[in-house]
């Protein structure tokens, strides 16, 4: 008979998890469609992005700017964002403080061109500050790890 696993991090609730998967759905249906403006309004004013490659983007024009110069690599390709193995933690530093949640995820992209053939970006973990402002979630601070093999 299986043993329930025990765990020592707080849960959080049914209806936190289902508004942050939400809000991760509606954010990138916004950047797969290349609706710049309307992924980079997912962001708090002065949110902040740390690129794999360590590149930082500071503020909603900075992303703006940022991704309009990368338009011209997803002519003619429909990209997807896939993410999963969420992880969610509301309020880590027991401070008492509702508005702030941490993320982490895994994500793969998908790259689908006009035959049909579909390659992959390299996975990333991605970790992320959300903060609750008038009601909505937005992203304060994302960072992106590109994935590589463990040292051994």
């Not at 609706?35 to 309004?41: K, P």
């Amino acid at each position: 008979m299986p043993q329930p696993v025990a765990t020592t991090e707080k849960q959080v609730t049914g209806d936190l998890y289902a508004e942050v998967r939400t809000f991760y759905a509606r954010q990138m249906r916004r950047v797969d469609a290349l609706d710049i403006e309307g992924f980079a309004d997912t962001f708090t004013e002065d949110g902040e992005v740390v690129h794999s490659g360590g590149e930082r983007q500071r503020g909603r024009a900075e992303m703006i700017a940022g991704m309009r110069a990368s338009l011209p690599r997803y002519r003619d390709i429909c990209v997807r964002h896939w993410f999963e193995h969420l992880l969610i933690e509301a309020d880590p530093e027991n401070t008492g403080d509702e508005d702030t949640v941490r993320t982490s995820y895994y994500t793969l992209v998908a790259l689908t061109d006009r035959e049909g053939k579909v390659s992959f970006q390299p996975t990333f973990t991605v970790e992320d500050e959300l903060v609750r402002r008038d009601g909505r979630l937005l992203t304060r601070s994302r960072v992106i790890h590109r994935d590589r093999p463990a040292e051994r």
